[in-house]
């Protein structure tokens, strides 16, 4: 390598330095927090119904001679809709990508979150429509927007979170078809939405507009959001990382917020 070559190297690195000091002195000064917005993935983790549930097996857990050592693993299946996951626009559209092509930059983005809770006021019947949100967001950045039903307290409680009906039917809170066409045309910034609940659509639905408005626009959904904690309505950044299945129509998700400290 020449001079001039070791000279230009070394003033990269120390941009690079620089630039990523930059970005990590702000996310560590000690005035974020990191949320997860994730229910845990066991057997008792609520799934859509017929879809096989997360089943969890130990396999080996071995303890070496005299406690020297030690190794452990388990095995675990599950279908692609359940727990806290994300599907795919493929899910509901032809056309759309699966999880394994959904891009970054469409996973890592600003988090508006949308409470109301005390619009549901617990009402395992209600469907939000437009006229519930005449103030709703600017458009502006791209964005994950998640609504708060006021569900996941229920999440413990399968037959309770589902609604379960004597004849097997589901009833929980979700969206209305206006609100998605509303999402889909009036911000174009938005890039997935989602729920406290099981599904983006509410328990009742039949034919799941909600779904197919949203993913024929290329949007994706997160269902089963844990918004058990607070979580400030803006300012916090959405991590929105699937597992990566190749062909997923849907995959377990880890959903994390980055959040600007509450000012006390
Ligand atoms: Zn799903």
């Known amino acids: 390598m020449s001079l001039s070559a070791l000279v230009l190297f070394a003033l990269y690195l ?33 799934y859509w119904p017929n879809t096989r549930n997360f089943v969890f097996t130990r396999k080996t857990e071995e303890l070496g001679q ?3 050592s030690w190794y452990a693993a388990n095995e675990f ?13 493929y899910h509901f559209y032809r056309e759309g990508l699966h999880v394994g ?3 970054l930059d469409k996973l890592i983005v600003p988090l508006i979150i949308v409470d109301v809770s005390g619009l549901v006021n617990d009402d395992p019947n209600f469907v939000l429509q437009k006229h519930h949100l005449d103030y709703m967001l600017n458009a502006g950045n791209r ?7 006021g569900w996941s307290k229920y999440f413990h409680d399968k037959k309770k979170y589902l609604g379960v009906t004597e004849s097997d039917e589901l009833n929980f809170p979700g969206l209305g078809e206006e609100i998605a066409t509303w999402i889909t045309t009036a911000y174009k910034n938005v890039v997935g939405v989602g729920v406290d609940v099981a599904s983006v659509d509410p328990g009742c639905s039949k034919d799941f507009p909600v779904h197919k408005v949203l993913s024929s626009s290329g949007l994706y959904n997160i269902e089963n959001v844990n918004l058990s904690m607070d979580v ?30 509450k000012l006390n």
């Open 143 to 149: 964005c994950v927007l998640i609504f708060k039903f």
């Open 14 to 46: 120390s941009a690079a330095a620089e630039g990523q000091n930059a970005l990590n002195d702000i996310i560590f000064s000690g005035d974020f927090e990191f949320i997860d917005l994730t229910h845990p993935f066991d057997n008792e983790t609520v």
């Open 66 to 68: 005299g406690g020297s």
């Open 232 to 261: 400030p309505s803006y300012g916090c950044t959405a991590l929105v990382l699937p597992m990566k299945i190749r062909q997923g129509t849907g995959a377990p998700l880890r959903f994390v917020a980055i959040c600007p400290k």
């Open 77 to 89: 299946a599950a279908g692609e809709h359940g727990g806290t996951h994300i599907d795919a626009p």
């Open 101 to 103: 092509e959904l891009p």
